[in-house]
């Protein structure tokens, strides 16, 4: 157990009813110490001898100090990495990129050909969007009650892939015509309700400061004063970061995308021109959907497919770069190529999911270099395993990982990087405890 000074000694947190198991990792260690009355331990040197206090936690105001320090994840130790990796769902977690390593280095090691953009492969991915958007259109339809979930499962994976084809449009890997680009990138979102240019500036911020606390425009950990701040978002707070975060990216796209504040003034005019598109589209499509169908055909065409993009669109993202080995870090710490190649994962989907969101999934490569196309992602990936592969994260798509991101990745802390909820608040956290206890923990 680490020691330090009386004046900065570490506080933990302790239960009087049950000692945690031998084995358990910090992390399990630190959950399972919450099931009964709460008391701090401190270590500190005095005298060159280890001493220990423990003090009653009765105010929440003292919670704060007694969940920070913890020992962080060991990624030079490989035992360890193995242990979480079993612990979180992964693979395989990666060894941390030495700090002389640039992002420049790894993408010189990317062959030439994985940058070339390819009209008919591009276009060939708007026609598997098309058709396959089309056909979940028909299988719904045509399907009994008891289906519909199954057809609005695809058809809303299917949609999903008209955003990773706008998607390509933004980052300049769709075509050599920035006009098509513009044009196509903004029709594809369309069906989504989704600004393609509003959306287009976030999220080159987010590629230029992944995992930079506050810069990041995806996800952010909670921060401690905004669990202070009310009980009403308190809640919020919990079910959002808890039981609906595979559908917070609908309060994503309202609260970045929307707000004409929230860009400079040389974006505005391409960001009003999407916005009309938008509204646009909302005017005109959806009067036509409910005059063909009627209200519950707006919601049975419409609604029920948007809901599973969004399903999609919030869990790629949190996978993508949530877990609780990977940091956020303040711009002074943060390092462009660790974020973006130690701070990614590789999770490997169902192959049909894979097909019709374009490997998007194989997200690695696209931090490396957001300019290489989404079907040469798998290319580029193969590149980079082979000359870094020890330095990547790598999953596959099961319960654990998402149980993981859905219970323990919530509040930021430093030297933990995450904080649960029902570390900081246990007693408004039943949304958590009900996920620890329900979710499967299959791997």
């Known amino acids: 157990m680490a020691t330090a000074s009386a004046l900065s000694a570490p506080l933990q947190l302790l239960s009087s009813r049950r000692a945690p198991a031998k084995g358990l990792s910090p992390r399990r260690a630190a959950a399972g110490a919450l099931s009964g009355s709460l008391i701090v331990k401190r270590d500190f040197l005095h005298n060159g001898r280890s001493h220990h206090q423990l003090l009653p936690l009765k105010q929440r105001g003292k919670l704060q100090a007694a969940v920070l320090p913890a020992t962080p994840p060991l990624l030079d130790d490989e035992g360890k990495r193995k242990q979480m990796s079993e612990e979180y769902g992964f693979k395989q977690i990666g060894e941390q990129l030495p700090d002389n390593v640039t992002l420049k280095d790894v993408m010189d090691t990317l062959p030439k ?94 590629h230029a400061k992944t995992n930079m606390l506050v810069e990041d425009t995806a996800w952010q950990p909670v921060w401690q004063k905004e669990i202070e701040s009310s009980s009403f978002l308190r809640k919020a707070i919990i079910f959002g970061y808890g039981p609906i975060r595979p559908w917070m990216s609908i309060a994503h796209w309202l609260m970045w995308h929307f707000d004409l504040k929230k860009f400079r003034s040389n974006e505005l005019p391409r960001v009003k021109i999407s916005l009309a598109c938008v509204f646009a589209f909302m005017a005109i ?30 869990t790629f993202t949190m996978v993508h770069h949530t877990a609780p080995h990977i940091p956020f870090k303040s711009s002074e710490e943060w390092n462009a190529a660790q974020a973006q190649l130690n701070g990614t994962v590789h999770c490997n989907y169902p192959r049909w999911i894979e097909i019709l969101c374009h490997d998007i999934n194989v997200h690695v490569p696209h931090h490396i270099s957001p300019r290489i196309p989404s079907y040469n992602l798998r290319a580029a990936h193969d590149s980079i395993k082979k000359n870094w592969g020890k330095y990547m994260n790598d999953a596959d798509w099961n319960w654990r990982l998402m149980k993981t991101i859905l219970t323990a990745c919530h509040v930021y802390d430093k030297e933990r990087y995450y904080v649960s909820f029902d570390e900081v608040v246990p007693e408004e956290s039943q949304p958590i405890r009900f996920l620890k206890k329900f979710m499967p923990d299959h791997a």
């Not at 519950?296 to 599973?308: E, L, S």
């Open 113 to 206: 050909e994985v940058f070339e953009i390819n009209d008919v492969k591009a276009w060939g991915s708007v026609l598997i969007s098309v058709t396959s958007y089309a056909f979940g259109l028909f299988l719904i339809s045509k399907a009994p009650w008891y289906l519909l979930p199954l057809a609005w499962a695809w058809a809303g994976t299917a949609v999903t892939g008209f955003f990773v084809i706008g998607h390509d449009c933004a980052h300049k890997s769709f075509s050599r015509n920035k006009l098509v680009e513009d044009i196509v990138g903004t029709l594809a979102f369309l069906p989504l309700i989704y600004p393609y240019e509003p959306w287009r500036f976030k999220h080159d911020r987010h």
């Open 285 to 314: 499509g959806w009067p036509l959907i409910i005059l063909q169908t009627g209200i519950a055909g707006w919601f049975k065409f419409w609604f029920m497919p948007w809901m599973v993009y969004h399903f999609w669109m919030s």
